[in-house]
């Protein structure tokens, strides 16, 4: 079918979430789902092959699910809808709408303050709402934050890794909500994940090691949007911090995008990038993320070059741009590293995904660590301890690849971890079918 047309189908189509165990779905009245008078720019965003945000589709439904409620908000930068417009101002003006108080994740609600940073509670300086911060002094809204709302919404825009705290403050709203006497209900706003919602890979997080850096047991590359994400957790026992009664009275809601499919990288969704995070300025960055953001940790690896090439261009200390490819240029199918010399004669490597069907995002950090191994005979993972020692594993998730790295160093049996956790991977893709948004 021509692209076009494909589009201008599903602008009639029926919009709202399936209906879950515990879950309401379609709107704030519990129907499966509506039928929606899509206005003239959003029909446009589809017509021209943009896809529709859960934002845009809420606003096409004419804000049916949450007229007359008083509403919170948790958002950042990026949360904006198809035409930039931020959500925090499509809900404030939208008619019938009582948007009453904003919440802000790590980075705070403008996306500006540096990572691990602690944001401080403040007011929107467009709308005088109060911002209460997730990123302070509590990483839980409180009851008395939570107190005279009606309904939670969420809208982030995820990178698709375990690491990105995003969805770990997602899981914490949702346990927040629903530990109430009185549970709110939570809507997830959808969006796309950057990297589609086919490559699920990497390590898998071990139970022991759940922290807000790595907030849910599963691969480090997850496959999932955020409201798939959502869907899961409520869905399934342990997922969430709540008892078995708590689970099964909670009410969630996932406003459904359009127009996007798990074959779809952001490339494709004809939408602009916004900012996530200071570091992941770009969709190329939140990709690189996923591919060396686990091998800088520990050995020596760095990830850019000053304020460039976030998370892509990679360098080793005392090394050319030829040990770089003579030792990873093969290591990872797909994958290709450009040989780079910067204007301070800086020389490495920028990762380039020359075929996106053969590649594994996660193991060229994998290769980096044994080659750092190789590079530094005394062992870099041998001599990390204490809290570096943790925020490594927290990052990777696995304790026991720590500890083979720290006694072992080049020779350890990268070999037999990557085969382990591709069938991890395949195992948590086809646990969580069922929750998916998207064919």
Aim: charged content about 20%.
């Amino acid at each position: 079918m021509e692209r076009r047309h494909f589009f201008k189908i599903i602008a009639l189509s029926s919009f709202g979430a399936a209906l879950l165990p515990g879950c309401v779905g379609g709107g704030a009245s519990g129907g499966a789902s509506s039928e929606v008078n899509v206005s003239s720019a959003n029909a446009t965003l589809l017509a021209t092959g943009k896809t529709l945000l859960g934002i845009d589709v809420l606003q096409a439904e004419n804000f049916n699910r949450i007229k007359g409620l008083r509403c919170g908000l948790v958002t950042h930068r990026a949360g904006v809808n198809g035409q930039g417009q931020r959500t925090v101002d499509v809900l404030f003006n939208a008619p019938g709408v009582r948007l009453t108080k904003l919440f802000g994740p790590e980075h705070g609600i403008d996306g500006s303050a540096a990572a691990e940073k602690s944001v401080k509670n403040e007011k929107d300086k467009k709308t005088g709402l109060p911002i209460y911060s997730l990123y302070g002094a509590t990483r839980r809204p409180t009851p008395a934050m939570l107190s005279d709302l009606d309904v939670i919404l969420i809208d982030f825009q995820d990178i698709g890794s375990r690491s990105y705290t995003y969805i770990s403050c997602m899981k914490y709203v949702m346990e927040a909500c629903y530990n109430l006497p009185h549970p709110i209900k939570v809507i997830i706003l959808d969006r796309p994940n950057p990297l589609g919602g086919e490559k699920v890979d990497g390590p898998m997080l071990d139970t022991k090691w759940k922290s807000y850096v790595g907030a849910y047991e599963m691969p480090y590359v997850h496959g999932l949007t955020i409201g798939e994400i959502a869907r899961w957790a409520i869905s399934t026992p342990g997922v969430l911090d709540l008892s078995e009664g708590q689970r099964k009275n909670a009410q969630l809601d996932v406003v459904a995008m359009r127009g996007w499919r798990r074959a779809m990288t952001w490339d494709q969704t004809g939408l602009t990038w916004v900012p996530t995070s200071p570091r992941i300025p770009t969709p190329q960055a939140a990709l690189g993320y996923a591919m060396v953001g686990l091998g800088c940790i520990v050995g020596g690896f760095s990830h850019s070059f000053e304020n460039q090439m976030h998370f892509r261009f990679i360098k080793y200390s005392k090394r050319k741009s030829a040990d770089l490819v003579a030792a990873l240029g093969k290591s990872v199918p797909g994958l290709k590293l450009e040989p780079k010399t910067m204007s301070d004669g800086t020389q490495g490597v920028y990762t380039q995904v020359e075929n996106w069907n053969q590649f594994y995002p996660c193991e060229i950090s994998l290769h980096m660590m044994k080659q750092a191994c190789i590079w530094d005979s005394s062992n870099p993972f041998a001599r990390t301890t204490g809290t570096a020692r943790e925020l490594f594993i927290k990052h990777v998730g696995s304790e026991a690849f720590f500890e083979e790295l720290r006694t072992k160093g080049a020779a350890i049996n990268l070999e037999a971890w990557i085969s382990k956790w591709r069938a991890e991977a395949n195992a948590f893709r086809a646990r969580t079918r069922s929750y998916q948004l998207y064919s």
